[in-house]
């Protein structure tokens, strides 16, 4: 199996004993997602009600692979719920190829009864949540 290069900077700092947000500053830019840019873009997104009225993050509070920690009662994430968010982000996000990320196939996809579905990674069992185009958020 490869490696995962960004991952195993990451590992390497997190296991030295330096929390996500300072592993995360040790690392090139590029190499893995922008932390900043996730809080302030891919959390509010997460964190929306869609066409269901259900939002992401409680819709995946007990899923293993993307697992998402909600906001509290005033809609703000706390700095150790958004590190678990971003960590769990991290495990479907295609650093190398990011059109084939699951964070992003997943909620785009058709996946009624007429949808191709033969690609089980890319079924989504909230259904498609946005237009799987550029206007999509």
Same mark, same amino acid.
């Given at each position: 199996?490869?490696?995962n290069?960004?991952?195993?900077l990451?590992?390497?700092?997190?296991?030295?004993?330096?929390?996500?947000s300072e592993?995360?500053a #040790?690392?090139p830019?590029?190499?893995v997602?922008?932390f900043?840019?996730f *809080?302030?873009?891919?959390e %509010?997104i997460? $964190?929306a009600?869609g066409? #269901?009225?259900?939002a992401c993050?409680?819709?995946?509070a007990?899923l293993? *692979?993307f697992k998402?920690k %909600?906001?509290n $009662?005033e809609?703000?994430?706390?700095?150790?719920?958004?590190?678990?968010?971003?960590?769990?982000a991290?495990?479907?996000v295609?650093?190398?190829?990011?059109?084939?990320?699951l964070?992003?196939?997943?909620p785009?996809?058709p996946t009624?009864?007429?949808?191709?579905?033969s690609?089980?990674l890319a079924?989504?069992n909230g259904?498609?949540?946005?237009?799987?185009?550029?206007?999509?958020?």
């Amino acid at each position: 199996m490869e490696q995962n290069p960004r991952l195993k900077l990451i590992a390497e700092r997190v296991l030295a004993g330096k929390k996500l947000s300072e592993a995360l500053a #040790d690392v090139p830019p590029g190499s893995v997602l922008d932390f900043k840019f996730f *809080i302030a873009r891919v959390e %509010p997104i997460l $964190s929306a009600p869609g066409p #269901d009225g259900k939002a992401c993050v409680f819709r995946h509070a007990n899923l293993v *692979i993307f697992k998402l920690k %909600p906001p509290n $009662s005033e809609g703000v994430f706390s700095e150790r719920n958004s590190g678990e968010n971003y960590k769990y982000a991290m495990r479907v996000v295609d650093i190398n190829n990011p059109t084939l990320s699951l964070i992003l196939i997943k909620p785009t996809r058709p996946t009624d009864s007429g949808a191709d579905v033969s690609d089980c990674l890319a079924m989504h069992n909230g259904g498609q949540r946005w237009p799987g185009n550029e206007s999509s958020p």
